[in-house]
């Protein structure tokens, strides 16, 4: 089916609203009834009218399962879970302080 511009229009902004409400990008696509091809065409051929918010962060996802952006999160939890683990190791003194650690009592 093609769309006309007003209808692109509507979609690019009812994507631009469930991006904005944290909705993956095979969401948005499911939302809009279009492939994920005219997705991107779509946000390539119109930049003026939509921007992703994965997008801003420089986390798109095109393939359309956000698999990489998954992947990257993944690994930045467990990033951040182990320094947790770190921090609060050395606060119970089970870890020594790091040399020049100003919160060592």
Do not use: C
């Amino acid at each position: 089916m093609a769309h006309n511009e007003d209808q692109v229009r509507a979609k690019l902004r009812l994507a631009k609203r469930l991006t904005a409400r944290g909705k993956s990008y095979r969401a948005v696509v499911e939302a809009l009834g279009v492939s994920s091809a005219t997705y991107s065409r779509w946000r390539n051929a119109y930049p003026q009218w939509f921007v992703a918010r994965h997008e801003e962060n420089g986390n798109a996802a095109p393939n359309g399962n956000g698999a990489d952006h998954g992947a990257h999160l993944e690994r930045e939890n467990v990033a951040l879970k182990l320094a947790l683990a770190d921090i609060l190791l050395r606060e119970r003194g089970i870890l020594p302080p790091l040399s020049g650690d100003m919160t060592a009592r």
